[in-house]
């Protein structure tokens, strides 16, 4: 891609030209919404803002003076001229983002793995995946979902074997990372869970109820007051087989979990589909994009009107409305009634501030220093500007709007360093952009181009994080764009391909973006955050302590095997360094057998892992770790236990033999 | 670590200095041993070849003369004087092994994924991760384990959602890899899976009868005769509570399946335990490794003798045995009576030939030119090369050995260059060690040093793997240690370790081996195989007649809904940016749904996903597939099914609804 504005030269184009060069780009990724329409080709459409376009309408809709109303500004890098492609990094100060081996990254990342329903650990700026934490899947390498206490949070969160994880985030303390724990969402199918951050490990799942797809997720700074939870799609109020095709009747819910005890406090129910949710930094507002305020269930009716409304709830305004009582309780939570319509969004003191945005806008992120939240526009090449302090003071719901800058075409999401700039991720340009944030609030709305640079990435972005962003205080050095398609960017891997995670450059945002590394991703992340390393403190064996009085803590002398019932056998035993502490042990055909096992050892690394053929039982135990297994022995035979990870030169032989008798009765 | 045999200024030590410094890498080694046994200092024992010894006795004996039979010859290192230990790369010829943005690596890397159940595909040299194939395991980001087909496959094959896979392998053409297949073992649960590498999918998995756990695996070159796979645990025959504590009755298997029908074609029964295996070069002899040939069941009793034995298998004699009738018949499948004391093992053409090694050998690799098989000695220092071309000739076993080089403590695994080296890996010294295979043939055995080069590696290595070692024409240009334990190599992540495989160049073998890059592995990785990139041609979207007859190819024209039965509802519709074919559809509570969905487009990296919330169904449709899931709607209520792959800016509007109707009957 090139310039938008200029020639080769740098001069500026004729209008003409400029429409030509946005043509062909346009035409270049409209060429394959072509080829998978079979037969179709006279009427090749785009489908934005519920209107059918054809490729050329399009083009001509976007070069034009923005009457349209879901495309107004498609011509958004048209007036401007301080437009800097980089399609290539300058080479002489490409930092190296390697990390020479034994050495450490500076960051840990934390990725959403989407629909693969896991947590991804991933350092910067090596990009290195240094772990994965199974969250709403089963995952057998670490035994989730395969030892009893995993086994059942997971069924009692629903009894279900993945998720769809979207937005991670970090617990705070006085506006940091705190270090201790991590939230995520399960848009799938409405949960939150959390991630202990000492173990790596997810240690609780709520199922939220009344809503079915958890999508935004976020805590409330600066102390982790609640972790938000945005319901995405509309159902009935219960969706308990009730006004099944009464759309009118469907509500979207926001939530509030009380992030120790992961109960949902209470929830509101407003108009339109939450979308992304993001907090203030004193704990007073949390704000979420929305769209679909039509409350239609096609593509065309959600797409009807002009705009969509932003939702800015008034946390301790709701906590109050809970506290009078001013609810409905629904499946044992309290529902606040924050609809446009309701009277406790009446009067100066509404609980929910209705914001107009262009229409379906989709993330929204609150600065650095909390004065503005940022919501991209989507099918508006525009990002809104919201000044948070005026939600409070300002009664006319565009005077909270600071600015809109023209950033470029499909604005998704917004990042930012330590120096005032903003980052935002242009879906349909394939680019990152960044921009002056106080040159947009205090140019004349739609008058001037705040725009600094932009940055091909390839292909497509969605989320776009830069370093400790989401704090008071960014870093600014790296930034991460997640792109959705990948295309020919590897070496081809079949039909399914993996994302594109991009590493830029950003210098404290005191240079150039340059784009540095590529890194394949499995599908699909969606999110990441990212905490300097001394800000979590991870251990790297079990303390004990932490199950003592739920898990025996089995000893070599200790192991044993127990009858229980006429059918239920507890076998316990320790394992170390080659063996397990019984060598073998009987049960009958049919016996129900609990199966605990300790690993003893105090040294980090040294895991014993304890699988059973044909059993679907893996157990993977850390030093000074207890698991627990319990599986029905079903046929008779003799059946090899084993460890699965490497732990010594006589590994191989480190077994134990289960000898499953025929029962004759 | 320093030189084993020289002070810093290259002189010779004496030796009682050598000793010494043996005595402190132990002792570093063996304090690890010492912390996790929780009271027992003064019994502190390191347990090798089955015999306790204290970790001073250990360390005499490594010094010694050679006389403990395990442990013959721990003084590997002593007698050289030609071992350069490198313990970080001479920085000037350093290559970068990053791979720039929107370039491709040059080898394919394939991972075997341990105890999580899948194949990584690794590009080499940038060790990124390009994509995940699940195979034994359940992975939701691709729907494997949620369509029906693979739901199907997976229950038939067990109905497991685990596996423990070690080894794989890929099919060759005229003794060269020709890109259309890879197998895997299930070591847990003794399987074979087969992966298509057309659309790097899993096809087929093959439960082999009559064996609990599949080790080794190897593909008979030079034009993938058989798929082998080598049975260790030793159980009953059949193991149907028989025999349960009879171990004399215990065998393990040695299994040839069909590459195409993946059938299991015959066995062979054989004395010990199996554990590695490969072939020669032209179809004539796999050869396995095997320990415990006593045929113990506990440590004690599976180290009691001096040594082990490596079966050869004479594949067109155990043919000729079968197709003469000289077998039994168990559960279907003939099993040749291979043991050393079989009818069919006497005279001068045995079926099987039984070559004595030191105890408790390891891998064994046939070298590029078919002419020797290395055997790893695990427990001596030692590597056992076997002159394949004598164990047609020979009727003296130990004739078949062609040298016995000492290369250090607990060497496991060996890969090799185009120009006439392999390289050991050396789990208890954390070592690769580059040695000359025709010095060490040549030399008269135990009297000369070999080895040419060793380098540190962090921590205690299992398999290594050059590129293209297991062709006929390696390339050499890079190696990969698989480490097992990565300590502090990466910023800590809880108490389950990453493993760290490490990147080393070694320059086509005509250089100094050069560390290049740390990389952490989600546990645990057991092997890998590197293809040039030119030998693969991945599909990048579907060719639907692979599927036609099996599957409907549903159209937007075409979608709808059918009541086949009381109960019972197909529904089926096409999926393309950004809608359904349907746009809801009605059922009733209680029916069995098959959704049936099609993604029609054509264009690459084009994905559709389906979720549905609450019902734990994930697909993953590529351009062209066709995917279909099961499922029971149990819950009144509405439900709206949404794409999970980000596929155009307006994806998140990318939704149906399923109304599940009350049922009053």
Known sequence: MTDDTTDADGDALDPDEVVERHENQLDDLLAEVDEPTPAEDDSTTLELAGLELSRRDFVKAGAATGAMAGLAGCSGNIGGGSNNTTSSPSGSSTPDHKVAPGEHDEYYGFWSGGQSGEIR????????????????????????????????????????????????????????????????????????????????????????????????????????????????????????GRDLDNPDEYVSLFSAIDPETMETEWQVKVDGNLDIVDTDKDGRWAISSAYNDEGGVTVSEMTRDDRDFVKAFDVPAIEEAVEAGEYEEVNGVPVVDGTQDSSLNQGDSPIVRYIPTPKSPHCVEVGPNGDYAFVAGKLSPTVTIIDIDALDSSSDPEDVVAGRPKVGLGPLHTTFDGNGHAYTSLFIDSQAVKWDIEAAVEAEQGSTDPVIEKQDVHYNPGHIQAVEAMTTDPDGEWLVSLNKLSKDRFL???????????????????????????????????????????????????????????????????????????????????????????????????????????????????????????????????PQDTREATFTADEPGVYWIYCTYFCSALHLEMRSRMLVEPRDD
Chains 1, 2 share one sequence.
């Not at 009692?156 to 985030?169: K, Q, Y």
């Not at 959390?194 to 700074?221: M, W």
Request: hydrophobic content about 30%.
């Open 121 to 240: 650990v991933i350092g910067i700026p090596s990009m290195r995946e240094l772990m994965r934490v199974p969250v709403f899947n089963t995952e057998a390498g670490r035994g989730y979902g395969y030892d009893d206490q995993t086994t059942e949070m997971l069924e009692e969160a629903g009894d279900l074997t993945w998720g769809d994880n979207h937005h991670p985030v970090l617990s705070e303390t006085d506006g940091d990372y705190d270090g201790e724990y991590l939230w995520v969402n399960d848009k799938a199918n409405g949960r939150i869970a959390r991630v202990n951050l000492k173990y790596f490990e997810t240690d609780a799942i709520t199922n939220v109820p009344n809503t079915q797809a958890i999508h935004g997720c976020s805590v409330q700074s600066p102390d982790t007051g609640y972790v938000f939870g945005n319901g995405e799609f509309r159902t009935p109020l219960p969706n308990d």
């Open 492 to 622: 081809p891997v079949g039909p399914i391909h993996p994302d594109n995670d991009q590493l830029i450059h950003i210098g404290q945002g005191e240079k150039e973006m340059e784009l540095v590394a590529d890194h394949p991703a499995y599908p699909e992340p969606h999110d990441c955050v990212f905490a300097h390393r001394d800000k979590l403190d991870p251990a790297t064996t079990w303390d004990k302590s932490d199950y003592e009085g739920e898990k025996e803590f089995v000893t070599q002398e200790n192991s044993r095997v127990e009858r229980t019932g006429e059918r239920s056998v507890d076998v316990k035993t320790s394992s170390m360094r080659s063996e397990y502490g019984l060598k073998d042990f009987t049960v009958k055909e049919g016996d129900e057998v609990t199966l605990t096992v300790t690993n003893i050892e105090g040294v980090r690394d040294v895991i014993h892992g304890v699988a059973i053929p044909d059993h679907d039982v893996h157990l993977s135990i850390a």
